[in-house]
Structure formats: structure tokens, C-alpha cells
Nanobody, 116 residues
Framework: QVQFVESGGGLGQPGGSLRLSCAAS????????MGWYRQAPGKQREMVAT???????NYADSVKGRFTISRDNARNTVYLQMNSLKPEDTALYYC??????????WGQGTQVTVSS
């Protein structure tokens, strides 16, 4: 019954902003370490940002200073605020848990396209 539903993607212009949301249908969401991932055409899925149950965050070097991950445990939701967008941010964005046990099943993702 674990399910992630990503939303908020779309077309952004270089230098612009988008805010992604991830609604999680999972038990005990508040204790789950979560992350945002992205996959661009021809590339492997990569970790973009993570947030722990204690709100500790980490970011890929490519997005540090531009993206902010946050969570609202009352809403079982993780957010990714994307600022100063670059064309190389174009990808399908997913959320999932961060665990040595591996991810839960992947959702459909939300497409982000950055183009002028």
C-alpha cells in the first residue's frame, strides 16, 4: 500500500522557480528518511536532496544553494523548492525513502522541463 504521488512539475524558465510536492501513503511517515531523485534522458537516477526524520538535510552539489527540501509530517508530504533553475535540471523527479533496505516502489514522478 506504499505509494508516492509527485506533483508540481512543469515548464520552467532558466532562473525561474518550481515547487514540487510528494504525497506519501505510508505508515509512520514521520520517522522515514525521505529524498528527492531525478532521472534525465540517457542518465541514471540520481539523488537530489534528502531529509531525515529530524529534518537534517543533504543536497547534491549540483543543486546545493538552489534547491530546498522540506517535509510536513502532518500532511505526509515532502516538498522540493527549486530556485534558479537551469536547463540541466530537466528530468523526471521522484520521491522515495532513503534506506539501506532500498526504496519503496517508485511513483510516476513529475516532469520538470527547464527551457527558454
Amino acid at each position: 500500500q506504499v505509494q508516492f504521488v509527485e506533483s508540481g512539475g512543469g515548464l520552467g524558465q532558466p532562473g525561474g522557480s518550481l515547487r514540487l510536492s510528494c504525497a506519501a501513503s505510508v505508515r509512520l511517515f514521520s520517522i522515514i528518511h525521505m529524498g528527492w531523485y531525478r532521472q534525465a534522458p540517457g542518465k541514471q537516477r540520481e539523488m537530489v536532496a534528502t531529509i531525515s526524520s529530524g529534518n537534517n538535510t543533504n543536497y547534491a552539489d549540483s543543486v546545493k544553494g538552489r534547491f530546498t527540501i522540506s517535509r510536513d509530517n502532518a500532511r505526509n508530504t515532502v516538498y522540493l523548492q527549486m530556485n534558479s533553475l537551469k536547463p540541466e535540471d530537466t528530468a523526471l523527479y521522484y520521491c522515495n525513502r532513503v534506506s539501506p533496505l532500498g526504496p519503496f516502489p517508485w511513483g510516476q514522478g513529475t516532469q520538470v522541463t527547464v527551457s527558454s
